[in-house]
């Protein structure tokens, strides 16, 4: 059961060497950068020869990219901003000793944020399963730009352990983040002929905060809770303007 695990970055000098460093048991890293202006890169070297340079073309492209660039029979994708537990490590080395012809396509695994200073135990981030080791043969890249996502045509079973997700360490940079993917999916269902109603404008994104807060029980996780609550629901707002931004620009031409 050869494992390549890979990353995909984009100046993440903070973070490529911890990242690395819980990633020894697997049989090579693959990294995929995308004209990094930091150090990335050059740390990133004392870890791994397999680094590569892929111009940005949106996130289901460089991650279809980074698995060609792996030659494992499995990938474990992970981000800069996570690290393996030695719980889950201790999961895949046993899946090691398995008879491979008896394992599923692919496994998910909980993920565990630190935002703001706490771990988050609710508002919908966790356990926040993701799908992160699979069969490459098996596998592909399905999904609503930002969020593309590896898929497997076969079964797919819980992995025990956790990722350690250190998200957004500040407001400033959540605020970054969160405008550069609703610009990307607002691009996208545009695309697809989607039109901003005040439906989405208006209720959608208050359900959305009830959504969190309330129903996924946000309140428990404190004022980051809250803060959560309102993100979710700005930035949903903030897509569908977006839509509608480009539709009403579109008609004053």
């Known amino acids: 059961m050869k494992i390549s695990a890979k990353i995909n970055i984009h100046n993440e000098e903070d973070n490529i060497a911890e990242v690395c460093e819980t990633l020894d048991w697997a049989d090579e890293i693959v990294i995929v950068d995308s004209d990094s202006t930091d150090r990335t890169v050059e740390i990133a070297r004392r870890y791994t020869d397999n680094i590569y340079n892929r111009e940005f073309r949106g996130y289901k492209d460089k991650h279809e990219f980074s698995d060609s660039m792996t030659t494992g029979d499995w990938i474990f994708w992970i981000d800069a901003d996570e690290r393996v537990t030695p719980e889950l490590r201790a999961s895949i080395e046993k899946l090691r000793r398995s008879d491979p012809a008896t394992l ?12 703001l200073g706490r771990w988050i135990e609710h508002s919908g981030w966790y356990p926040d399963y993701q799908m992160r080791l699979y069969r490459k043969a098996a596998s592909y890249w399905d999904g609503v730009s930002p969020h593309e996502t590896a898929r497997v045509r076969g079964r797919v079973e819980t992995l025990e352990g956790e990722l350690l997700h250190y998200t957004k360490r500040n407001l400033s940079e959540h605020q970054t983040v969160l405008d550069s993917y609703t610009t ?28 969190t807060y309330l129903v996924k029980q946000g309140f428990r996780d404190g004022v980051q809770g809250l803060i959560i609550a309102i993100f979710t629901a700005y930035s949903v707002f903030l897509k569908f303007a977006k839509v509608w931004e480009r539709d009403h620009m579109k008609s004053k031409e």
């Open 104 to 115: 599923p396509d692919g496994f998910r695994i909980a993920r565990r944020t630190h935002y």
């Open 184 to 211: 990307l999916a607002a691009e996208y269902l545009h695309k697809h002929g989607k039109r901003a109603r005040l439906l989405d404008l208006f209720i959608l994104p208050l359900a959305s905060f009830i959504r």
